[in-house]
């Protein structure tokens, strides 16, 4: 099975700009998360999708919002891009096993604001 | 606010040393996993554990869940170069809330 894809892999904006990422689940995985790492932070939760529903959410502002689609597929948005935005962010595709919950994550996208 | 806080944050050893790293939390989760990240990846799934006082192990890693499912250790026996990476804890409540990370270097 394909891995989890995310494009673009990296991407320069300017503060103001808003920016879209797109992320590929694994075949058959209904559930998306989105992360995003800084060396400050660590890796903090944005939100979850699941057959195309917001199931989770984390503790961002509203200019952070993502859609899923019907093939699983989902992006994320950023708008009234801040310094403060610079990141990587990670894409998760998830499923349940035996011993609960499975996170399979893609490479990410390096989002760099100047 | 970091609801898991690991230690140490750094960790550079020789080849062949044993480590432990540490999972910290005031938090009850209904289960907690171990990822290493190398770097331009995403993190990797190692382990989970469920059960208060469970011990896994994969080949020279060895996991441990706290009694009261608060707290998590990962042992490295003999470690390997290829063993450098950032270990990340991440304990699941309502969704998965990560650790600060460690991050290994392992010097041959």
């Known amino acids: 099975k394909a891995g989890v894809t995310q494009t673009p892999r990296y991407l320069i904006k300017t503060r103001g700009q808003q920016v879209t990422l797109s992320c590929s689940p694994i075949?058959?995985?209904?559930?998306v998360s989105w992360y995003q790492q800084t060396p400050g932070q660590g890796l903090q939760f944005l939100f979850e999708?699941?057959?195309?529903?917001?199931?989770n959410k984390g503790n961002f502002p509203g200019r952070f919002s993502g859609r899923q689609f019907s093939n699983s597929r989902s992006e994320m948005n950023v708008s009234t891009l801040e310094l403060g935005d610079s990141a990587l962010y990670l894409c998760?595709?998830?499923?349940?096993?035996?011993?609960?919950?499975?996170?399979?994550f893609g490479p990410g996208t390096r989002l760099t604001v100047t | 606010t970091q609801l898991l806080e690991q230690s140490p944050q750094f960790l550079s050893i020789q080849e062949g040393e044993n480590l432990t790293v540490y999972c910290n939390s005031s938090?009850?989760?209904?289960?907690l996993q171990w990822y290493r990240q190398e770097p331009g990846e995403g993190p990797v799934l190692l382990v989970t554990v469920v059960t208060g006082g469970e011990v896994k192990k994969l080949k020279r890693l060895t996991f441990q869940f706290g009694d009261a499912r608060k707290d998590s250790s990962l042992h490295i026996t003999a470690a390997q170069p290829g063993d450098t990476g950032l270990y990340l804890c991440?304990?699941?409540?309502?969704?998965?809330?990560f650790g600060t990370g460690t991050s290994l270097t392992v010097i041959p």
């Open positions: 938090s009850v989760f209904s289960s």
């Open positions: 075949s058959g995985h209904r559930s």
């Open positions: 999708y699941f057959s195309e529903t917001q199931r």
């Open positions: 998760a595709s998830s499923t349940l096993a035996a011993g609960g919950k499975v996170q399979y």
């Open positions: 991440a304990g699941f409540g309502n969704q998965f809330y």
